[in-house]
């Protein structure tokens, strides 16, 4: 639990300080080979983090602390599930969470992409239109 847990929090506190350093680092400057590295190590290790220890400590912590095996079957409240014609155990639990682990940390790489590539754009306010399509101006 305390693996899954700290590495999560890990996972947390680097994903926000690239966040944090997104909005800062304005774009186009320059980029030294040493700042190169550091990022690239930087993002290396949170990957790693989010496709390998993350889902390995759930899936431990499901095995051994939780005892989520092929052997226990899901009845569901009240034995709701006794009358389906198949059966669903906790390891298939298991595992659809270990697999929408991966679905969220794959929409959130996708996210931090869009953030770290998207900065420093400034939005422009939409201009009322005429109803020939025309921006309409005020005259100085």
Known sequence: MVALVMSTIMLVAGTVAV?????RRPPGATLTWGEAMVAAVFVYLLMGLAYGIVPHQWLTFADNELGWRSDKIVYGPGDVLTNIPFTITYQVIRDV???GIYIVFLGGQVALWAVWQGRGRVRQRELPTSSFGRPLVKRT
């Open 19 to 23: 966040v944090a350093y997104a909005r």
């Open 97 to 99: 969470i270990a697999a």
